[in-house]
C-alpha cells in the first residue's frame, strides 16, 4: 500500500505569484475602484492604499471584482446526496466600509489563454499527456485528470450539480476558492474517479474540475490542486495552452445530450444482415465512413478463427498482464486453478440526489474462461504501422423480430430491483485481456503489419455461464458493448454464441 504522509493541515495558502499581465491590470482596476469612491462620504473613509489592498488581495484571492461586485465559488447541499457548486456575487465591496458606489458596473474583461503550470505531483505520479498524470504502476488508470472551462458568459454563471457525493467542503488551493467532494465507490479495491475538486481561477475567469480517483488519497488531491497554477500567455502564443470548454459551448452540448442523447439498445433482425460466422474473412475498409482512417483499421481483413470456452484461465499469457489485473484474477480462482462462481448483484438504482444505488440481492452463477484467436491480415500493397485492435463483447437476443442488447434477467420475484450486474472480472465486456501491445502506450495496437503479413491477436473475457447463449464479438474500434452502432452494424459483428 503507498504511503500517504501529507496532512491536510499541512497545507499551505501561498500566493502564486503574480504574471505581469495579471499585475497590470490589477493597478488598473485598482485606479477604476479608487476613481469611483464617493466624495459626500466621509465618514469611516478608506485610504487611498487601504482600498488598493483590499482590491488587489481580492483578485489574488481569486474573486473577480468590477465596480462593486465580486464573484466568490460556495456549495450548497441539494436533498441528502448532493451539492450545488456555484459561482455567486458578493456584494462585500458595496459597504458602507470600502465606499465604492453601488450599482456601477464596467465590462468583463477579455479572456485570455492560459498555461498551466503543476508544482506539486506525490512520489511515483507522472504525466501521461495533458491534464492527466498517473501513478507508474497503474498507468492510465487512476491518478487524476483536469479538466478547465473558460467562462465566456460570466463567471455567476458557473454551476454544477455533482451528486453521490460522500462528504464536501469548501477549500482554499493555492488562495483561490474550490471545493472537494467525496463521492460515493472507491471502496471496493477497485479504481474509480470517487474525488472531485473545483477551483475558480476568476482573475482570469478559469474553472478548473479535477477527477482524483481512488487510488489518489485525499491529502495528496488537495496537494496537486494547490499547486495549480494558471498563467496568461501573449497573445498568439499557443505553446501549451490550456484547451478549455466555453461555458456557453459545454452547457449546449449538455442540454443537447440531455435530449438528444437515445441510444439505440434495438434493431430489425434485417439491420444484422452483416452478420460473420467463426472462420469467415471480412474487410475492415468495406466500411464506407470518412473516419475510417482514424478507426486505425486501414486495408485489413479480419477473420475469427478459433473461440475456446474453458473452467480454468492456464490457457492465458499473465505476463501481459498489468500487476493489478493479475491480483484481481487470482480472485476469481480457486486453489485448483478452477474458475469460482460469479457474484450477479442484483441494483435498485437511486437519483444521486435523494437515493443511492443499492444492492438488494445477489447470488452465485458459474462462470466460463472465453478465449477468442482473431487474425489481422494487411490485404493492401502498402505496410501498415499501429494497427489499432480492439473488442466489444456484446450480448444480444432475438425478441419479437428484433435484435436487442441483453442487459441482465428483468425484474421480478417479490424485491424490486433495477439491474443485474455481475461483480468482479465477469462485469467487463470490453476486452481486458490481449497478448499483443504496441503503439506509443504499449496497448492494443498491432506495431506493424508488411503487405500480406497477418497478426495473431487473443483475446479473452469472463462470461457468466447462462449468458453464453448471447455472445456477439463487435470488432469496430469506434462501437461499443451496450448499443448498436452505425459503423459496427456495416462491419458485422461476429456471431461467437455457444
Known amino acids: 500500500m503507498r504511503q500517504q504522509e501529507m496532512k491536510l493541515e499541512d497545507l499551505r495558502q501561498n500566493f502564486p505569484e503574480m504574471p505581469s499581465e495579471l499585475r497590470m491590470m490589477v493597478e488598473s482596476e485598482v485606479q477604476k475602484q479608487i476613481s469611483m469612491v464617493s466624495p459626500k462620504r466621509r465618514k469611516r ?16 484571492l481569486g474573486t473577480t471584482v468590477f ?8 456549495s450548497e447541499p441539494v436533498g441528502k446526496y448532493a451539492v450545488n457548486t456555484k459561482i455567486e456575487e458578493m456584494n462585500q465591496m458595496e459597504t458602507e466600509e470600502n465606499n465604492l458606489v453601488a450599482g456601477q458596473t464596467q465590462e468583463v474583461i477579455d479572456i485570455k489563454d492560459v498555461r498551466m503550470e503543476v508544482s506539486y505531483l506525490p512520489e511515483g505520479m507522472v504525466k501521461t499527456e495533458d491534464g492527466k498524470y498517473s501513478y507508474t504502476d497503474a498507468l492510465y488508470k487512476g491518478g487524476v485528470s483536469i479538466i478547465f472551462y473558460k467562462m465566456d458568459t460570466g463567471d455567476a454563471q458557473f454551476d454544477m450539480l455533482t451528486t453521490n457525493v460522500k462528504e464536501s467542503e469548501e477549500i482554499k488551493a493555492g488562495g483561490y476558492d474550490g471545493i472537494y467532494c467525496e ?17 475558480a481561477y476568476t482573475d482570469v475567469h478559469y474553472v478548473m474540475e479535477m477527477y482524483a480517483a481512488s487510488d489518489v488519497s485525499k491529502e495528496d488531491a488537495l496537494k ?40 439505440s439498445v434495438a434493431v430489425p433482425k434485417s439491420a444484422m444482415k452483416n452478420t460473420h460466422a467463426v472462420g469467415e474473412a471480412f474487410a475492415a ?81 458459474p462462470q466460463k474462461l472465453v ?12 505496410e501498415l504501422d499501429e494497427v489499432l485492435f480492439f473488442g466489444n463483447l456484446m450480448k444480444i437476443v432475438e425478441e419479437n423480430v428484433q435484435m436487442k442488447i441483453y442487459t441482465g434477467e428483468a425484474s421480478g420475484g417479490s424485491v424490486a430491483w433495477d439491474d443485474a450486474v455481475p461483480e468482479g472480472i465477469a462485469r467487463n465486456r470490453e476486452m481486458w485481456y490481449y497478448d499483443v501491445h504496441g503503439g506509443e502506450r504499449r496497448n492494443n495496437y498491432i506495431t506493424n ?17 447462462e449468458e453464453l ?16 452502432n452505425e459503423s459496427s452494424l456495416d462491419l458485422g459483428y461476429v456471431d461467437i454464441r455457444q
Open 45 to 60: 473613509h478608506m485610504g487611498r492604499k487601504m482600498i488598493a489592498a483590499v482590491i488587489a488581495a481580492v483578485m489574488l
Open 67 to 74: 465596480a462593486g461586485v465580486a464573484y466568490k465559488m460556495h
Open 183 to 199: 463521492l460515493y465507490g472507491g471502496d471496493d479495491g477497485e479504481i474509480s474517479f470517487n474525488q472531485r475538486i473545483y477551483v
Open 224 to 263: 496537486i490542486a494547490e499547486g495549480v497554477h494558471l498563467q496568461p500567455v501573449a497573445d498568439g502564443d499557443t505553446q501549451d495552452i490550456v484547451h478549455a470548454y466555453n461555458w456557453s459551448a459545454y452547457m449546449k452540448s449538455k442540454n443537447e445530450e440531455e435530449i438528444e442523447w437515445n441510444p
Open 285 to 365: 475498409a468495406n466500411v464506407e465512413l470518412p473516419e475510417n482512417d482514424w478507426l486505425g483499421l486501414g486495408n485489413v481483413e479480419i477473420k475469427v478463427t478459433d473461440v475456446k470456452v474453458r473452467d480454468k484461465i492456464n490457457m492465458l499469457d499473465l505476463s501481459v498482464l498489468d500487476d493489478d489485473l493479475k491480483e484481481e484474477l487470482q480472485k476469481e480462482i480457486n486453489q485448483s486453478g478452477e474458475l469460482l462462481p460469479a457474484k450477479i448483484n442484483y441494483i435498485k438504482y437511486g437519483n444521486g440526489i435523494d437515493t443511492l444505488n443499492e444492492v438488494v440481492d445477489s447470488r452465485e452463477v
Open 371 to 382: 478465449y477468442v484467436t482473431v487474425e489481422y491480415t494487411n490485404i493492401g500493397s502498402d
Open 449 to 465: 503489419l508488411k503487405a500480406g503479413e497477418t497478426a495473431t491477436v487473443h483475446m479473452a473475457w469472463l462470461v457468466p455461464e
Open 469 to 484: 447463449g448471447y455472445m456477439y464479438l463487435n470488432l469496430d474500434t469506434s462501437g461499443g458493448s451496450y448499443e448498436f
